[in-house]
């Protein structure tokens, strides 16, 4: 156990699939999983751990923003033996011709935020995701002819801020912001874990469209059957 997590240490699988929303994550365990069983409910920030297909996983949710991710996915990461975290969430596009519901992969992620600095001491704003899940994950969509965007993202530390678009496409060939991926890239390079992230676009910034919240919890199945069939 730990301050944030009720879970003992065999309640959690290996690998986590990640949303940030804690309906999402029994939705997940609803539709997609056999034999679960919650697993963590403490500040309602539900996890549950069941099997898909025969492998054994626990969706876990982190919340909003970087330091709420940062705390599970640490001690998931440190103190659960957790091996592989894939982020399933929500983005905004930067580009007029990326339509809601596409599906971007993250490649890297590039953050103003501190939060490595803090962990680690070292500075640094553009960090990777994990080559391996990245593999399975294109490997996947391919079979399942599911179309990727594999590209850089933006993630912020404040919603209600006025972003340069033009400068972050330019300069770090962002697509699309966010605000989990940096502090879950930072765990995973700290603690020598791997982690990727798949998003769906749930609104964008240029052509002003926009997803519900509602939509946001329960619609974003194909991202989710991309994450599940890739650590099958």
């Known amino acids: 156990m730990t301050p944030h997590i009720e879970s003992n240490k065999e309640d959690i699988a290996k690998t986590v699939i ?6 999402r994550a029994k939705m ?3 539709k997609y999983l056999t034999d679960y069983k919650l697993v963590n409910s403490v500040r309602n920030q539900l996890a549950y751990t069941g099997y898909y297909k025969g492998k054994r996983v626990t969706v ?4 909003m923003g970087n330091p709420s991710m940062g705390i599970y996915s640490y001690e998931l990461f440190n103190f659960y033996d957790v091996e592989e975290i894939i982020r399933v969430g929500s983005c905004g596009a930067f580009d007029k011709d990326l339509d809601l519901y596409e599906i971007v992969l993250v490649d890297n992620s590039y953050s103003k935020s501190n939060y490595l600095e803090e962990l680690t001491d070292e500075v640094n704003n553009i960090l ?31 919603f209600y801020n006025h972003v340069d678009i033009d400068y972050l496409r330019e300069n770090y060939n962002c697509i699309a912001t966010e605000m989990e991926t940096f502090a879950l890239f930072s765990n995973a390079k700290k603690l020598d874990k791997k982690a990727s992230a798949i998003l769906t676009v749930s609104d964008n910034l240029i052509t002003h469209e926009e997803t519900t919240s509602e939509e946001r919890q329960n619609s974003f199945n194909k991202m989710i059957e991309l994450a599940l069939e890739s650590i099958k």
């Open 18 to 23: 990640m949303p940030g929303d804690p309906l």
């Open 60 to 63: 876990f949710s982190s919340g």
């Open 28 to 30: 997940i365990a609803d």
């Open 128 to 158: 990777s995701s994990n080559n391996d899940l990245n593999r399975q994950i294109l490997d996947t969509a391919n079979k399942l002819k599911i179309d990727l965007n594999y590209a850089n993202v933006y993630c912020t530390d404040v």
